[in-house]
């Protein structure tokens, strides 16, 4: 430990003045170039972040679009429910329906032992108007030979009786088709899943089936953040570079949330190279202050290291003629 000491210990003026000198302009180069670092940093993750709910929102929108087109008829129908020519009113809402882009079909069911057309035509079970309608989960359909969703309303009397149950199947890759058509980037992740975190549609990586399944802290902290708010991203751990950042944002029109996750590397890549530029220019700043430290403080110190010696051997009993004084100054 006294060697250590030794070795660091200040044993000339020049050493003082350069050390002196030099460590407050070095703090004050590293002071600037990390507050400058964190500044830059935050304020491209914020940005990132209004960009990633932008494109999450846009997205979310076209899918929330192609969802209320047959939601729209839905409620029609059910706003004509206690109407005495209902049933004309239904078959021309029911044909619209089938028309609509992206349904496969329309069924509409009738509670067992009711004679439903002829009940219907009469008029002699009005049901309410109702908003309520339910979504399923993406299934295989052995009749179309693909994924669809289904839009289920029930349709219930003025006592709260279930008469019947209209449903419009849709094709799940025609909902797909507004996610994939966004242009992600190739290093973006983005998922499409329900409120409990069940992959729907991924995009850029392998199907899974569970988000935050293989208990990633980052998955796990935008699926609690969703509980919370409807929109937003959750960086992930790292500093002063995070490993990965995410963005969410509910469906209105279903239960579903798209999910964008990115590396933290290539939101932070600008600032990254540039704290290489910083550290290098930084470096040959500090040794061109040492160096003009040398060469403006050089003469004066040797000429102090003269006297010093001068005033060791009058100490000693031996007087020399010094040099007549080339400065103006105390020296």
């Not at 839905?74 to 706003?79: I, N, Q, V």
């Not at 279930?162 to 994939?180: H, K, M, P, S």
């Amino acid at each position: 430990m006294q060697r250590i000491v030794e070795i660091f210990k200040i044993r000339g003026l020049q050493q003082r003045l350069a050390i002196f000198m030099f460590l407050p302009v070095a703090v004050l180069l590293i002071g600037m170039g990390l507050a400058g670092f964190i500044y830059a940093r935050n304020s491209l993750l914020a940005e990132w972040s209004e960009a990633a709910t932008l494109k999450l929102q846009r997205t979310a929108h076209e899918v929330d679009m192609r969802l209320s087109r047959a939601k729209e008829w839905l409620k029609m129908f059910h706003t004509t429910g206690d109407d005495p020519y209902a049933v004309y009113y239904h078959d021309l809402i029911i044909e619209q329906l089938q028309k609509v882009e992206g349904v496969v079909r329309v069924n509409l069911n009738w509670t067992a032992g009711h004679r439903s057309l002829e009940i219907q035509k009469r008029g002699l079970i009005p049901f309410l108007e109702s908003s309520a309608v339910d979504i399923t989960t993406p299934h295989y359909d052995s009749l179309v030979k693909n994924e669809t969703v289904s839009l289920t309303s029930d349709l219930k009397t003025k006592n709260g009786r279930t008469v019947g149950r209209l449903e419009v199947v849709i094709r799940f890759d025609y909902l797909g088709e507004a996610i994939l058509s966004s242009g992600w980037r190739h290093s973006d992740q983005a998922y499409l899943v329900n409120n409990r975190g069940r992959i729907l549609l991924s995009i850029g990586t392998a199907h899974r089936e569970q988000l935050g399944g293989n208990d990633d802290p980052l998955e796990v902290k935008t699926l609690a953040a969703m509980q919370q708010k409807p929109f937003g991203t959750v960086i992930g751990g790292g500093f002063p570079t995070p490993a990965q950042v995410s963005g969410y944002y509910q469906l209105k029109e279903a239960p579903w949330s798209l999910i964008m996750i990115a590396p933290g590397k290539n939101i932070l890549a600008p600032i990254v190279k540039l704290q290489w530029y910083y550290i290098i220019s930084g470096a040959i700043f500090i040794f061109l202050i040492l160096t003009l430290i040398r060469l403006a403080f050089g003469r004066t110190v040797f000429l102090i290291q003269e006297l010093s010696k001068a005033a060791h051997g009058v100490s000693r009993g031996h007087f020399v003629t010094l040099d007549p004084p080339k400065t103006q100054d105390e020296v």
